[in-house]
């Protein structure tokens, strides 16, 4: 069985399981979804795959174990407010706000993770304060359940109001949702999700609904790979949305230059019913993106409809337009439904639940899109023909072979901050982040075009991978075109294996770079190559 104990340097400390059958069907139910991906489980970086997965999810849904009084116990303390009856302070009356608490939670609707950034406000009474460290653990019980922003801020309010009897609660909360894949149909890239960069600015149906993007605050990393969202919930003197409370609060936020909607608080504020800020549940997603994921007919069941542990589950609306561009390269397998069906019974939750109805489907979805690469091998991404400048009709250059004399007539062509987002293959967990291409090309033949560079990058990305394989496959994939120059490819990315479980690095990010050609030897070239990226992130935030 896997347990939790609530430590004084640190809360929900995982133990276990130790042994692949504690996660009993778990790993099992894993093994499954990598089949139904065509993954060989053999493969030395899938050996132990199911049970890290496994183990994974346990830990990311340990907050239902917890209560916020086990996590509160006597944690509250005398604290006489001012003597001076009209004053307010101390225990009595004034306001007691924890800000920027750092956390991940799970999406309800897809299962993938979410950023979250929490600040909590309470207003003491009778005298007595909870210790400050007790609310990001409460918080982080309620980040640790399948989520929406708007219903762990509701939760939090819920359960800080109920165990320490405050005047009022109010809970604010930042998030940020993975952006679903733009998918890749044979040659072609369609102009949706986090890879196509004029997709970074999210649609206004999430304005509509209280989400924001902030393009001054944004990284490009952020703007690859995220939407933004805020969500806001108040007990007690901070139920009315109008009251002063919640003007005071903002401001105190704003000291450290937290940005907050008032219109996404006046529309918000106490409607746990809200789900927008996930993207597949968007109404910009089901009119405008086309998701070759399901087939016309799955097992002789017409209408997209798909059999499970509970009976017969007919696709929503968003699920059923992706009829006529399913990649058929890939069998849509039920089984892979029914085992992630079978993740969530193992944490105690009803896949059947209106809550729940579509969400195994909605992952198997994210898990076709992110692994398409490796069911769309290289060779239908170029074709073998050139036009009569050396350049592929696709827009490849094929540089022609150059002597030695001719590469002092070589140039550094560069491509900065292309926007990515893999899957961890030993966690079956997002990473994102963007990728620099350097490359030598001689001036008499144009440089590589930069969609083409996007779409090399989102070959080897979209699949289960290690970010320093993924380093290496798209150079050497460039190589060619560049002859006797050489390539030299640097990778950013956040990890979520690496924030959501483990040491849990919030800010943590990891580089990585690959090198051939003229750059393995040439120390010059690459701190040139490294100098111009440093230059093409500071122009780019200036333009921010």
């Keep these: 069985m896997l347990g939790f104990v609530c430590a004084d340097d640190g809360c929900l400390e995982e133990q276990g399981p130790d042994e692949e059958g ?48 086990d996590v509160i116990g006597d944690a509250l ?27 991940f939670a799970t999406c309800r609707a897809c299962l993938l993770p979410f950023k979250i950034c929490c600040h909590i406000a309470y207003i003491p009474a009778g005298g007595r304060v909870v210790g400050l460290s007790k609310l990001p653990r409460v918080a982080e019980i309620y980040s640790s359940r399948l989520q929406t922003p708007h219903e762990f801020a509701d939760g939090v309010a819920q359960a800080l109001s109920d165990s320490i009897k405050p005047l009022g609660v109010a809970v604010v909360v930042e998030s940020w949702h993975l952006q679903w894949p733009a998918v890749t149909s044979g040659n072609g890239i369609t102009k949706a999700g986090f890879e196509d960069e004029a997709a970074w600015i999210p649609s206004r149906a999430y304005a509509s609904k209280g989400c924001y993007i902030d393009r001054s605050k944004a990284s490009v990393e952020d703007k690859a790979a995220w939407i933004p969202c805020q969500a806001f919930a108040g007990k007690g003197s901070f139920a009315d949305k ?49 998701f070759p994921l399901l087939p016309a007919r799955c097992n002789g069941l017409p209408g997209f409809r798909f059999p499970t542990n509970g009976g017969i589950k007919k696709a929503p609306e968003e699920l059923s337009k992706a009829e006529n561009s399913y990649d058929r390269s890939v069998a849509f397998v039920p089984a892979m439904i ?50 009569g400048n050396g350049t592929a009709a ?7 072979v150059v002597d030695f004399v001719d590469q002092l007539d070589m140039e550094i062509a560069c491509e900065f901050s292309i926007p990515f987002c893999s899957q961890c293959e030993h966690h079956l967990l997002p990473f994102s982040g963007i990728a620099h291409v350097g490359y030598f090309h001689s001036k008499r033949s144009p440089p590589i075009e930069r969609t083409m560079v996007l779409k090399i990058v989102q070959l080897y ?61 040439d120390v010059a070239s690459r701190a040139t190559f490294l100098q111009k990226i440093l230059k093409a992130k500071v122009d780019m935030s200036g333009q921010c």
């Design 242 to 290: 109008s009251s002063a409370l919640w003007d005071e609060l903002i401001a105190v936020l704003q000291f450290q230059g937290i940005q907050i909607h008032f219109s996404a608080l006046m529309e918000s504020l106490g409607d746990v019913r809200r789900i927008g800020s996930c993207p597949f549940l968007s109404s910009d997603f089901k009119t405008s993106w086309n």
């Design 22 to 69: 504690d996660a009993g069907g778990m790993v099992a139910a894993v093994r499954v979804l990598l089949q139904g991906l065509g993954e060989d489980l053999q493969r030395d970086g899938l050996l132990k795959t199911p049970l890290r997965v496994a183990r994974a999810f346990l830990s990311a849904m340990k907050g239902y174990q917890m209560s916020a009084e």
């Design 77 to 103: 303390f005398c604290e006489p407010g001012p003597q001076d009856p009209n004053g307010f302070g101390g225990g009595s009356g004034g306001m007691v706000i924890a800000r920027n608490i750092d956390l």
């Design 394 to 400: 696709n827009g490849f250059v094929h540089s022609p």
């Design 461 to 521: 990305s979209r699949r289960l991978q290690v970010q320093e394989r993924l380093t290496k496959q798209v150079a050497e994939t460039l190589l060619p075109s560049c002859s006797l120059g050489g390539v030299m490819v640097v990778v950013e990315a956040s990890h979520l294996c690496m924030v959501l479980r483990g040491v849990k690095q919030i800010a943590s990010t990891t580089a990585t770079v690959a090198t051939f050609g003229r750059f393995t030897k």
């Design 338 to 387: 029914t085992a992630v069906d079978s993740l969530l019974r193992a944490v105690g939750q009803d896949p059947n639940s209106q809550e729940l109805e579509y969400t195994s489907m909605r992952y198997v979805l994210w898990l076709l899109a992110s692994t398409q690469g490796s069911r769309n091998p290289s060779s239908n991404l170029f074709q073998k023909y050139k036009n």
